[in-house]
């Protein structure tokens, strides 16, 4: 697979291997042994689609310029930029795996709404996507006069919701290191309540022998 040679290209040691499985989907498997404690993936952090990263790039100095945005409306763009105007992205084979369509309720419309009329969580949709269209507008104003960067037929709101859900659903946050960003290949562990292994993906000598066989569905708990 493209995202696994990439990832060996770019010095990834990996015990697991991305699999399909019939009613998981897409996860990653054991690939060889593991001691307990050990990581199951080690990588350098500058192979992460993050702040850093963009600043980095050649869509940094435009970045740069936009000092009415955060950093995080900067990785939105950054990131809508390489999945969707640069065909030549560093991170192509990652984000050519990225599913197109999310299940958030970033996706809801009023006729989804209605089921849940009178209910908090209607609210609260209602009001994180009047956040997530108030969000879009004031980027779309900050990159209004530099459309050689940011064209706004590049930089449309379907766009801009997708990229936002890709960082709601598989976002992470590396304390002292980045606020938000996303980390291809690494990201295709699920997680469960119920696992083998701890957070940051490490071997629990005490679950190890539940899920210790190669090719077996690898389940870290990971948080954001």
Known sequence: ????????????????????????????????????????????AGLFMSIFAAEKSALGPHLAQLETLDDDSKLILFVMHEKFVNPASFWRPYLELLPEVIDSA????EHDLEYLNGT?????IRMTLEHLQDSYQS?????????EAFSPADFTWERFRWTRAIFDSRGFNLKGK????????????NTTHHTHLQARGLVDES??????????????????
């Open 1 to 44: 697979m493209a995202l696994e040679q990439w990832s060996q290209a770019n010095g990834y040691t990996a015990h697991v291997t991305l699999a399909d499985f019939d009613d998981t989907g897409r996860g990653m498997a054991l690939s060889s042994p593991v001691e307990a404690g050990k990581p199951l993936i080690e990588c350098d």
């Open 106 to 109: 970033l996706y809801f419309d």
């Open 120 to 124: 908090h969580l209607a609210i609260e």
């Open 139 to 147: 980027i779309m104003a900050a990159i209004a006069g530099m459309p």
């Open 178 to 189: 980045a606020r938000n960003c996303l980390l291809p290949f690494i990201d295709a562990l």
């Open 207 to 224: 679950r190890k022998e539940k899920h210790s066989d190669l090719g077996t569905f690898v389940l870290p708990t990971v948080g954001n």
